[in-house]
T-cell receptor, first 113, second 114 residues
Framework: DTGVSQNPRHKITKRGQNVTFRCDPISEHNRLYWYRQTLGQGPEFLTYFQNEAQLEKSRLLSDRFSAERPKGSFSTLEIQRTEQGDSAMYLC???????????FGPGTRLTVL | DQQVKQNSPSLSVQEGRISILNCDYTNSMFDYFLWYKKYPAEGPTFLISISSIKDKNEDGRFTVFLNKSAKHLSLHIVPSQPGDSAVYFCAASDRSGAGNMLTFGGGTRLMVKP
C-alpha cells in the first residue's frame, strides 16, 4: 500500500493559463475524491468518482474546472483560464466503496500570480 | 453556512497533559465523524472515527466522544506529546447520501509544549 500520490506538489502559474493536476489513488480503491483547501479553512469537497463515473460535483466546481478518471485508476483535475482566487491546496482522497474512511494524498499547492 | 464548526482556532497544552479538541455540527443527517491531523505541506492523515450509533471510540492515546443530542464531538489526546503538534480537522459525512463526501470544520491548531 503506497498511499495516495499527487503530482506536481507545487505549481506556480500566471493568471489565464491552464493547469492540470494528477492523482493516483490507493490501488484497490474505486472511489476518488477531489477537495480544495484555502488558507485557514478546512478542505471543501469538489467532486468524486466511482470507478470512471463522475457521480457528484460541488457548486464550487465552476465550468473552468474539469475532472476525469478515464480508466477508473488515476484522475486529473484541469483548471482553465486560472484566476488568482484559484490559489489553494488541491487534495485528492480515495476509499473503497462502502468504506467510510477516506485517505488523502499530500496535495498540490497552486499559486496563481 | 458552516455545517461543521471548530470554534477554537488554536489550543496550547503542556506535554503529558490532556488535549481536548471540540467540534459542533448542525446537519442531523450526519452519521459518521472523523478526525484528521495535518502537518504543514502534507495532506490530512486519518486519526480516528466514530459512527453515530456509538458515543465513544478509543484508539491508544486518542478517544473520540459523540453527543448526538448536542450535536457535539470531541477528541481527547492523553498524554499529549510534542509530536502531536499539528492542525486537527473534524469531518462529517451522511452515509445515506451518495458518495460519502466529507464536510470539514475549519481546524484547530494544537501546540504541545515540552
Amino acid at each position: 500500500d503506497t498511499g495516495v500520490s499527487q503530482n506536481p506538489r507545487h505549481k506556480i502559474t500566471k493568471r489565464g493559463q491552464n493547469v492540470t493536476f494528477r492523482c493516483d489513488p490507493i490501488s484497490e480503491h474505486n472511489r476518488l475524491y477531489w477537495y480544495r483547501q484555502t488558507l485557514g479553512q478546512g478542505p471543501e469537497f469538489l467532486t468524486y468518482f466511482q470507478n470512471e463515473a463522475q457521480l457528484e460535483k460541488s457548486r464550487l466546481l465552476s465550468d473552468r474546472f474539469s475532472a476525469e478518471r478515464p480508466k477508473g485508476s488515476f484522475s486529473t483535475l484541469e483548471i482553465q483560464r486560472t484566476e488568482q482566487g484559484d490559489s489553494a491546496m488541491y487534495l485528492c482522497a480515495s476509499s473503497r466503496t462502502g468504506a467510510d474512511t477516506q485517505y488523502f494524498g499530500p496535495g498540490t499547492r497552486l499559486t496563481v500570480l | 453556512d458552516q455545517q461543521v464548526k471548530q470554534n477554537s482556532p488554536s489550543l496550547s497544552v503542556q506535554e503529558g497533559r490532556i488535549s481536548i479538541l471540540n467540534c459542533d455540527y448542525t446537519n442531523s443527517m450526519f452519521d459518521y465523524f472523523l478526525w484528521y491531523k495535518k502537518y504543514p505541506a502534507e495532506g490530512p492523515t486519518f486519526l480516528i472515527s466514530i459512527s453515530s450509533i456509538k458515543d465513544k471510540n478509543e484508539d491508544g492515546r486518542f478517544t473520540v466522544f459523540l453527543n448526538k443530542s448536542a450535536k457535539h464531538l470531541s477528541l481527547h489526546i492523553v498524554p499529549s506529546q510534542p509530536g502531536d503538534s499539528a492542525v486537527y480537522f473534524c469531518a462529517a459525512s451522511d452515509r445515506s447520501g451518495a458518495g460519502n463526501m466529507l464536510t470539514f470544520g475549519g481546524g484547530t491548531r494544537l501546540m504541545v509544549k515540552p
